[in-house]
T-cell receptor, first 114, second 109 residues
Framework: GAGVSQSPRYKVAKRGQDVALRCDPISGHVSLFWYQQALGQGPEFLTY????????KSGLPSDRFFAERPEGSVSTLKIQRTQQEDSAVYLC????????????FGNGTRLTVT | DAKTTQPTSMDCAEGRAANLPCNHSTISGNEYVYWYRQIHSQGPQYIIH???NNETNEMASLIITEDRKSSTLILPHATLRDTAVYYC??????????FGKGTRLSVIA
């Protein structure tokens, strides 16, 4: 069956541009997570949704980062006025529920800010 | 911060068992041990998880010590396709999983 799909796969942005990264979770999955992975590091938690509700956004590094999931399915991570330190792979994961359910990850969007 | 300690890297001969250790001495009673792996240019892949009993599935076995302060992931017959970064994570309940740096496993022909 279809897994978690992320688009675009690669994105190059000039510093100061806004970007929008899309995540299509597995159908029926209640929970959706965004992680940021810098080169050579493990994924770092950004934010979490249960259906359309954003329950935890403690990992968002600044107010330039914004995530939404308006209908409880597709999610978008938006980064305003991108900076070079935003360059990373952005991973989306979904699960049936938060509690102890395995996370299913997409292959990420690699963002490069020049 | 991650609550686990793993070796930075390990090698394993193809066809042999790969035993990946993980220390999690501060694990609390309701926290699970999860293992994920990440192959280059892909997202992390779930392998297995457990609370206190040993677990086995088609990918691997998870051995958790009786005091739950450490665990070992076992890949019984490693292949070249098992070369990846393996993450041991402690968590569960209502908090998102926190990844550390993992162990880079290289399977050598």
């Amino acid at each position: 069956g279809a897994g978690v799909s992320q688009s675009p796969r690669y994105k190059v942005a000039k510093r100061g541009q806004d970007v929008a990264l899309r995540c299509d979770p597995i159908s029926g999955h209640v929970s959706l997570f965004w992680y940021q992975q810098a080169l050579g590091q493990g994924p770092e938690f950004l934010t979490y949704f249960q259906n359309e509700a954003q329950l935890d956004k403690s990992g968002l590094p600044s107010d330039r980062f914004f995530a939404e999931r308006p209908e409880g399915s597709v999610s978008t991570l938006k980064i305003q006025r991108t900076q070079q330190e935003d360059s990373a792979v952005y991973l989306c994961a979904s699960s049936v529920l938060l509690t102890n359910s395995p996370l299913h990850f997409g292959n990420g969007t690699r963002l490069t800010v020049t | 911060d991650a609550k686990t300690t793993q070796p930075t890297s390990m090698d394993c001969a193809e066809g042999r068992a790969a035993n990946l250790p993980c220390n999690h001495s501060t694990i609390s009673g309701n926290e699970y041990v999860y293992w994920y792996r990440q192959i280059h240019s892909q997202g992390p892949q779930y392998i297995i998880h457990g609370l206190k009993n040993n677990e086995t599935n088609e990918m691997a076995s998870l051995i958790i010590t009786e005091d739950r302060k450490s665990s070992t992931l076992i890949l019984p017959h490693a292949t070249l396709r098992d070369t990846a970064v393996y993450y041991c994570i402690v968590g569960g309940g209502n908090t998102p999983l926190v990844f550390g740096k993992g162990t880079r496993l290289s399977v050598i022909a």
